[in-house]
């Protein structure tokens, strides 16, 4: 059998509803993506909440900032921090997180997610 | 080129890193690895007790190894040696050929022939393996044992109380503890350091018999005594392992290890052995550092380049018992040839011994016991032969007036001293690499590896840092990181004159980049004490830790903890009643804390607001116990109860706590009061601590608990309620103002120039005349105080992000999950 994986846009939540930046949590069918408001760049980022350290659904409670050009966000449980475009890991472990494409259209979020994530 | 290593521990690692750094040409590189992980750190091993994972430990992922290279087969150790055809023979049936193999089988733990050894219950301590086997017998164990009392046995001990098997025995056949180490009067002094901990110590004691039915019950010594134990570990002494050199006809000492030659030969010229199982003139070394030391040699004498293994210092340091313990260069000579200088304090449980030699120029090794933070410089003085002090006992003692300055310190270090023994990083090298441009921690260590090991040098390559970066007349500035060249201090004094109030302007006038989890909460902290407005306001809250930006302590799983102020301790019964009745309703675990009030555990995120409203409707307010803020002012019941009481503390204590509540400092701050001298409030192990006197009170300043326990000193005696309040609020004030980030109060003092005589001068004296500026800005902050919690229960603005998902505010995250234990439910432990 052949998988086709589609990907759709989803609208998260509005603008407003994202702290200047800070993030916040938004429920994708069973997931649960953190979007990162990064006023100070004008830059918006989307990556999976949970950190892959002890698996604690936190990232989006997490302080974002930048570790020279590379935008990233810190756990709040032990700080390890990850960069917000490729999801490495900055602290020098070995976990990665998923990224997601998000785009802002008239005051509301959108995610790029694969059909099956939903 | 094909070579084979037995063996993936700590030195069959290191071999690989090294070659594959140092060759230039491709090498065929095989891995056998006996056990089922790739290589860890077995040197921090006990840590997987306190937290760490067997990925956490590991040194390098699989991954490493593919990419360079490397076949790596663990889980499949190597059965026999063909010397004649070079090849060797693994457990599943695999045949290798090697032009070069490297033997790194490391040691197995040593268990003596005692009858019933194999008795369920009993076990060594040598990899995660016999960690993980510990963990799962430890719950049903009460008593414990360990058969040792050198290095390993004594962290095996630890490790039995972190286990939960707080009563624990260590049995030393020996006359004293680590024998190999420390002498006898050092011995004793350990001894009761570690009664104080919680085990009971047994020497000059053999043991016999193991008995118990299928599982360990006890142990019976040859003085006919008995012990009662549920779990016994073995920590006897090393035993290299030599069997496949054995079987292969190579060269082995009487007591075994495979020996080796200066390059790391065996005496077949094509196998070379490192590590624990190789011996080198009769000896084996059972520590990393020079195991590391051999792989280099090895490395060189593969690739034909010239290197020589000379032995190797077995100075030590005792890592994580919580009683610290170092010993260097020759611990115990004596005699015509040296001439020992010994401090000893039986109330702090020190002891200090050094040997120099008869010029009192040298020295040539010594004991450390209690307090070993002068190791490393002792270490390196010993080493490099560094000519001592005038008076010798300084470097033991500090200096005590006059002209000496206590010995000598990094500067006196040639440039071929040994810094990190780990990984071999000179002197020399640190400082040529801080000369090119590396002026952090953090940089030293990536491209030196210093401090990667051990960490034992890393406060001695700080000081190098600092060291050369001021002999090359550049202003050593304590900078908070990559976004702030400046100090807290600066930054504090920059912020206050330009008035500016949120973390965004102070980064846009003051910083560069986009800030950081270190510079945030540090803004935060500053802005706050010299503000003190509302936390969660101007978009400051995204700038706080999680903590701080929920108002409450984050924990395992996800969930806050609530902690309601109760000052001094006192509570009313409706107020009891409250607290049970809010517990009972959101189901939280509840627990009296260490500061006399009572915490509630494991709320969701978005019940926090309405328990709080609840709390608050109650009369309650926020506790702080997620702020680097006060926390407690802790009271003793004091005169109106109390027999011996000479004021009422805790009225004292109450009017304080709520002087100081809610304000921001570096770190948090807590306080005590005492109705009389025999101190039930334990005042003198808090930042201020105050004690009733027949006069009036005497404060104490610059105490704490937590790991590096420290007394309060006396600041002022017998002073009248307001005068010891203006003292408080200059010390707190100027501590507030001048102390580093994440520092606590007996910290700072340990670094103020001039240290308690200074401060002293400062509070009580006024020597630099700020103190009515102190109290006033003291004042400012004490007006401004409202309860945060009530403020965020209040805004619907502040109160919307308090939920889990943003577009589901009802829904809890589904995956935080309890278990259950005594009635109240508790974290579910980390996956
Ligand atoms: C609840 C409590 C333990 C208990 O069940 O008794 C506790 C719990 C925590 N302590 Fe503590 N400490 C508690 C009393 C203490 C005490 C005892 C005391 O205050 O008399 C000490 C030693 C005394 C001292 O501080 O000088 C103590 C020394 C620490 C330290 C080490 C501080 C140090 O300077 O070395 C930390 C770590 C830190 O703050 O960086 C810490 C940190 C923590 C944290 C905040 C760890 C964290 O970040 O998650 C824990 C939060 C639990 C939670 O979710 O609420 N806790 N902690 C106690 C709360 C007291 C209160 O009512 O506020
Ligand atoms: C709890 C603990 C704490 C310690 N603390 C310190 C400390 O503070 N400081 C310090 O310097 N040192 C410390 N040590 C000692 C340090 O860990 C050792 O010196 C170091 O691990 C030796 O490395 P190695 O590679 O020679 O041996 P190991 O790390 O033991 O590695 C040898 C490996 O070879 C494997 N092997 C054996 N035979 C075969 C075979 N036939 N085929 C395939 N594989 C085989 C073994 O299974 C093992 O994995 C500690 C040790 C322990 C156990
Ligand atoms: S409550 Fe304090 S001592 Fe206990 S585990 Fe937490 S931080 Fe450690
Ligand atoms: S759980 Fe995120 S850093 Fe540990």
């Not at chain 1, 900055?90 to 802002?104: F, H, M, R, W």
């Not at chain 2, 790739?38 to 956490?56: I, N, Q």
């Not at chain 2, 040994?418 to 071999?424: F, K, L, N, R, Y």
């Not at chain 2, 002026?439 to 890393?458: D, F, L, N, R, Y």
Request: hydrophobic share 40%; net charge negative; glycine share 10%.
């Amino acid at each position: 059998m052949v998988e086709t994986t589609k990907q759709h846009w989803i609208l998260a939540c509005p603008t407003h509803d994202v702290p200047e930046n800070g993030g916040v949590c938004v429920k994708v069918g069973d997931q649960q993506i953190a979007i990162f408001n990064f006023t100070r760049r004008g830059e918006w980022y989307a990556t999976q909440n949970e950190c892959p350290h002890r698996h604690q659904m936190a990232l989006s409670r997490g302080m974002i900032g930048s570790a020279g050009e590379e935008p990233k966000v810190a756990c709040p449980f032990h700080k390890k921090t990850f960069s917000l475009k490729s999801g490495e890991c900055l602290s020098g472990d070995e976990c990665s997180i998923a990224t997601y494409p998000v785009e802002v259209r008239e005051g509301n979020v959108f995610l790029l997610i694969d059909s099956h994530e939903l | 080129m094909k070579i084979i290593i037995v063996g993936n521990g700590m030195v069959g690692y290191k071999f690989c890193e090294k070659l594959v750094a140092k060759s230039e040409v491709h090498l065929d590189l095989t891995v056998f690895g006996e056990e089922i992980r790739p290589a860890y750190d077995r040197v921090h091993l006990s840590e997987f007790f306190s937290g760490k994972s067997a990925e956490d430990l590991q040194l390098a992922p699989t991954s490493w190894y593919t990419e360079q290279g490397i076949v790596l087969i663990v889980g499949d150790p190597i059965l026999a040696i063909n010397r004649k055809e070079k090849t060797v023979s693994s457990h599943s049936g695999l045949t290798m050929a090697y032009d070069y193999l490297v033997l790194a089988t490391g040691s197995s733990a040593f268990v003596p022939p005692i009858p019933g050894v194999e008795k369920e219950g009993v076990f060594i301590y040598r990899t995660i393996e016999d960690l993980e086997m510990m963990q799962a017998w430890a719950p049903k164990a009460k008593t414990g044992a360990v058969i040792g009392g050198g290095l390993l046995g004594l962290e095996a001990a630890k490790a039995m109380i972190d286990l939960g098997v707080t009563n624990t025995h260590v049995i030393e056949f020996a006359p004293r503890l680590m024998p190999r180490q420390i002498d006898d009067a050092g011995s004793s002094v350990l001894k009761s350091k570690l009664e104080t901990l919680g085990l009971s110590i047994h020497t000059s004691k053999n043991t016999t018999e193991i008995v118990g039915e299928s599982a360990i019950s006890g142990m019976r010594f040859q003085d006919e005594s008995t012990l009662n134990v549920d779990m016994l570990v073995i920590s006897a002494g090393i035993k290299p392992r030599d069997e496949l050199a054995i079987a292969a006809q190579l060269n082995v000492g009487p007591r075994g290890g495979i020996v080796v030659n200066q390059q790391m030969f065996t005496s077949d010229p094509a196998i070379l052995a490192i590590g624990e199982c190789a011996l080198f003139e009769g000896m084996i070394f059972g520590l990393v550092a020079p195991g590391y030391e051999m792989a280099e040699v090895a490395v060189a004498s593969i690739l034909g380049t010239e290197k020589v293994f000379l032995g190797f210092d077995m100075s030590t340091k005792l890592k994580l018992i919580g009683v610290d313990v170092a010993s260097f260069g020759d611990p115990f000579i004596a005699g015509s040839e040296a001439r020992s200088i010994v401090f000893e304090d039986k109330n702090k449980g020190i002891y200090k011994r050094i040997n120099i030699s008869k010029d009192g120029k040298e020295l040539l090794g010594g004991i450390l016991i209690g307090d070993a933070e002068q190791y490393n410089l002792l270490l390196q003085t010993c080493k490099n032969k560094v000519v001592l002090p005038p008076n010798p006992e300084d470097v033991i003692l500090g200096s005590r007036g006059g002209e000496s300055d206590g010995g000598a310190g990094v500067t006196s270090l040639p440039d071929e001293a040994v810094i990190c023994s780990c990984e071999a990083v000179t002197k020399g090298e640190i400082c040529g690499h801080v000369i090119d441009g590396a002026v952090s921690i953090e940089e030293i260590k990536k491209c030196t590896k210093a401090g990667t090991g051990c960490g034992g040098c890393v406060p001695m390559v700080k000081d190098l840092v600092n060291y050369t970066l001021k002999s090359q007349g550049i202003y050593v500035r304590n900078v908070i990181c990559e976004h702030f060249a400046y100090s807290r201090q600066e930054l504090l004094d920059l912020v206050r004159l330009q008035d500016l109030r949120s973390y965004d302007a102070v980064l846009t006038a003051h910083g560069n980049g986009d800030g950081c989890e270190t510079c945030k909460p540090l803004v935060s902290s500053i802005l706050a004490s010299l503000w003190n407005e509302l936390i969660l306001d101007k978009g400051n809250d995204t700038a706080q830790d999680s903590n701080d930006r929920f108002l409450a302590n984050i924990q395992k799983g996800g969930t806050y903890s609530v902690v309601p102020r109760i000052p001094g301790g006192e509570i009313t019964p409706d107020k009891l009643i409250v607290i049970g009745q809010v517990a009972k309703e959101f189901n939280l675990y509840t627990k009296i804390t260490g500061g006399q009030r009572i915490d509630l555990f494991g709320a969701h995120l978005s019940d926090l607001p309405i328990i709080w409203e609840q709390l608050i409707a109650a009369g309650f307010e926020s506790g702080h116990a997620y702020g680097k803020a006060l926390r407690t002012v802790k009271s003793c019941v004091g005169s109106t109860w109390c027999r011996f009481g000479l004021h009422d503390s805790v009225s004292f204590a109450i009017q304080i706590e709520e002087r100081y509540r809610g304000i921001r400092a570096p770190h948090k701050i807590k306080g005590g009061v005492s109705g009389c001298i025999r101190e039930c409030a334990e005042a003198q192990s808090k930042d201020f601590g105050i004690i009733a006197t027949e006069k009036g009170w005497n404060l104490h300043v610059c105490g704490n608990g937590g790991s590096k326990p420290q007394h309060a000193l006396l600041l002022a005696s017998d002073l009248d309620s307001e005068t010891c309040i203006r003292f408080i609020d200059r010390f707190l004030m100027f501590y507030i103002k001048t102390a580093d980030p994440l520092t606590r109060t007996a910290t700072w003092l340990n670094k103020l120039d001039g240290g308690m005589d200074y401060l002293r001068n400062v509070v009580v004296n006024d020597s630099l005349g700020i103190g009515s500026e102190l109290e006033s800005e003291m004042q400012s902050l004490v007006d401004n105080y409202v309860c945060e919690w009530k403020a965020a229960v209040e805004n619907p603005e502040f109160r919307k992000r308090f939920s889990h998902f943003v577009n589901a505010p009802e829904e809890k995250d589904p995956t935080v999950q309890f278990d259950e234990l005594r009635y109240q439910k508790k974290a579910q432990a980390w996956k």
